[in-house]
């Protein structure tokens, strides 16, 4: 009987590449999709120290769907360090102006917030339109 338990090794991790299709998708539920891909949890090869996640590509950003009146209630807010530098913007300004970042701040929540959570987050790629320059490593669909 082995009483070993198996440990991945960095040299042997396999990444796939996953295309998602963003259109009338709801955007919570699409980033925890997204974040369990990334991270890893969908291998059984999955560690928490490690990132064994894979790649993912986004598009059509700008047709995601939101619930209720998020589109008004929602507010992002930031900061710049300086007197009065508070800055508001509501989901739909944000959504109307910049469509990649709304599901990337979506799906960053979702990540570790530690370097392994920024490592991982490098590996989503996110389109506002149905054009992507990924071709060459052959996405396959997200399930």
């Given amino acids: 009987m082995n009483a070993k338990t198996y440990s991945v090794r ?3 991790i396999e990444r796939r590449w ?11 539920r699409l980033a925890s999709r997204i974040a369990r891909v990334l991270e ?3 291998k059984p090869t999955y560690q928490p120290n490690l990132d064994s996640g894979d790649h993912v590509v986004v598009l059509n950003a700008a047709k995601i769907a939101v619930t209720s009146d998020k589109l008004e209630s929602k507010l992002y807010s930031r900061h710049s360090g300086y007197p009065q530098g508070f800055k508001q913007e509501t989901l739909g300004h944000l959504l109307a102006r910049r469509p990649e970042e709304v599901i990337r ?3 960053k929540g979702m990540l570790p917030h530690n370097r392994l959570g920024t490592q991982q987050l490098r590996k ?6 149905s ?3 990924h071709q060459a490593q052959r996405p396959e669909p997200l399930a």
């Fill in 131 to 133: 054009d992507h320059p």
């Fill in 124 to 129: 989503l790629k996110i389109y506002a339109g």
């Fill in 40 to 42: 890893g949890k969908h």
């Fill in 105 to 107: 701040r979506a799906v």
């Fill in 18 to 28: 996953y295309v998602v299709d963003a259109t009338d998708e709801t955007l919570g």
């Fill in 10 to 12: 960095e040299s042997e």
